[in-house]
């Protein structure tokens, strides 16, 4: 007998990104509930954007969007109830988190690295450029910090370059995204619309 | 006896955004569902793109952004039903339709009225800035075009101005947008949330 594959969906955040936030809290559990795959794939806004001529995050650049985005955030958190503080520094710069986070997904704590990363920026108000934020998270998860930093700035944190790229080739231009197959779908309104595309594609 | 009043929405828009166009034609639908009422405000987007630095839409001066935008246009009016069909000029120049949205506002028609202005941009690809195309869409409503619009270039159309400064001043800085008092809804996606909203508040 043969089996279908498992419908899989790719994540692609950033930490950085507010509104992958509360994606990153719930994606797992909406995704089981349809037997769906989730691939957490993290990858820098920064290169991103940067093609897009812009040197600061859109919600600083456009005050009226930034405005909007932190009031939604505290719609958006209060009603999936999660906690929700705005951070003091914005954007978060996340390049040591990700690299971090590309060596958990050849490990398998990813998602829980992700979700524990992304508690730290928006709801403690945490610095996650700073390594000591980054070895306490990793050691709350029973991690071995060092290690894991070793990896992160010379194994595998190096294909983070090369993820963001892939981002960018998919037709990425913000976060939260997500792909199945060649489909893009962008925002956290569009999850359930992706994890639909995954259930009908296979 | 005292009655509640009824619990109502504003719906900002602009006939040259893509995204609203789906919304135009479910949004009176969904809401009498719940028996929220809708004000339809026509607004420009022109004015609030250059505050932003912007003299073309968005999706024309970030090329996956609109990339993605067209596709996605194709599967929300796929999936909801709608025809589709991407337009030759793009962004439409919408102020002549806009001005005699405003006409419309005040005598009862404006929503059939938008729905048949977005399905001549959006499913007919039908030049709007020409006043024939204005005309015929009027007269296919029944109504008389002439006279309408007339009161759309001295009368009531002045007012478009004024209701464009007002969406800006609420902080709205795209379309469609669905405010509820203060409260400021971005993007098709949020219809439901600003709907709930609107039931919440009353």
Redesign the interface.
């Known amino acids: 007998m043969t089996q279908k594959p498992s419908p899989t969906l790719d994540f692609w955040y950033e930490f950085a990104s507010p509104y992958s936030y509360p994606v990153a809290m719930r994606i797992d559990a909406l995704a089981k509930a349809s037997n769906v795959t989730v691939n957490w794939k993290p990858f820098l806004l920064g290169p991103v954007f940067s093609a ?1 001529g812009w040197q600061d995050s859109p919600f600083n650049l ?1 005050p ?2 930034g ?2 985005m932190w ?2 955030m505290e ?1 958006i958190c209060q009603q999936q109830g999660i906690p929700f503080q705005r951070p003091q520094i914005f954007p978060a710069r996340s390049v040591l988190a990700a690299k971090v986070a590309m060596t958990g997904a050849s490990d398998g704590w990813i998602a829980p690295y992700s979700r524990a990363v992304y508690t730290a920026v928006f709801a403690l108000d945490m610095d996650i450029f700073r390594p000591e934020t980054i070895r306490s998270i990793l050691a709350d998860l029973d991690l071995n910090a060092a290690q894991i930093l070793d990896r992160a700035q010379t194994g595998e944190g190096a294909h983070l370059r090369q993820q963001t790229e892939g981002a ?1 080739k998919r ?4 976060a939260p995204s997500f792909t199945v197959g060649a ?5 956290g ?2 999850l359930q ?1 992706a994890i639909n595309w995954a259930l009908d594609s296979t």
């Open positions: 897009q456009y009226a969007k405005a909007y009031r939604d719609r960018i037709g990425i231009f913000g489909e893009l779908f962008w925002g309104d569009r619309s």
